[in-house]
């Protein structure tokens, strides 16, 4: 069962536009959320994260969005730059039910090429 | 600061030989540490995770095995590996109680040949 899905394993952006990237999740007890950018051979890097309190936050050129009543967050990054080019997990915790020590659950990944 | 160590980088081991991977995190105490396996073209897998010492929790049923004989080192191993092993390892750690997420290891690529 997967409870947190990136539906789209790739997506192709010009540079210096928008990139949108999504995530959706079904289990309602997750209230904290993070994006980790991946390059190839290497572990995945810490991007962004929101808490359920709230609906957008930002951090330069990056901005999460969560829609708790859709279970849908996004990723926006503006403008696209050719080092975002790399693979972006949307993961998703339950810090309620955890307490914020066990794991988190990650979704399949989204490919995200910018083209100069 | 924290850092977290994983070696080796690359592996390359016939099938039916033992496998030996490992983590150590610097900097923090008793944290929960992760095994993920990212195979070609998939998502991350959580294979194992611990929250302490001696405490190993299996997500998939799987020809691997981890252990934690230390409270900053996380182990993973097999007796036997199989083709289906090959990918690409990585080990995290997360400190305890609302950490806001996890700190990743450089990865380790394994091919089965």
């Known amino acids: 069962d997967q409870q947190v899905k990136q539906n789209s394993p790739s997506l192709s952006v010009q540079e210096g536009r928008i990139s949108i990237l999504n995530c959706d999740y079904t289990?309602?007890?997750?209230?904290?959320f993070l994006w980790y950018k991946k390059y190839p051979a290497e572990g995945p890097t810490f991007l962004i994260s929101i808490s359920s309190i709230k609906d957008k936050n930002e951090d330069g050129r990056f901005t999460v969005f969560l829609n708790k009543s859709a279970k849908h967050l996004s990723l926006h990054i503006v403008p696209s730059q050719p080092g975002d080019s790399a693979v972006y997990f949307c993961a998703a915790d339950s810090r309620i039910s955890n307490f914020g020590n066990e794991k988190l659950t990650f979704g399949t990944g989204t490919r995200l090429t910018i083209i100069p | 600061s924290q850092t977290i160590h994983q070696w080796p980088a690359t592996l390359v081991q016939p099938v039916g030989s033992p496998l030996s991977l490992e983590c150590t995190v610097e900097g923090t105490s008793n944290p929960n540490l992760y095994w993920y396996r990212q195979a070609a073209g998939r998502g991350l897998q959580l294979l194992f995770y611990?929250?302490?010492?001696?405490?190993i929790s299996s997500e998939v049923p799987q020809n691997l095995s981890a252990s934690r004989p230390q409270d900053r080192q996380f182990i993973l191993s097999s007796k036997k590996l199989l083709l289906s092993d090959s990918g690409f390892y990585l080990c995290?750690?997360?400190?305890?109680?609302?950490?806001?997420?996890?700190?990743f290891g450089s990865g380790t690529r394994l091919t089965v040949v």
């Open positions: 995290a750690w997360r400190g305890q109680f609302f950490s806001p997420g996890y700190t």
């Open positions: 611990s929250v302490g010492i001696g405490q």
């Open positions: 289990n309602s007890m997750f209230d904290y």
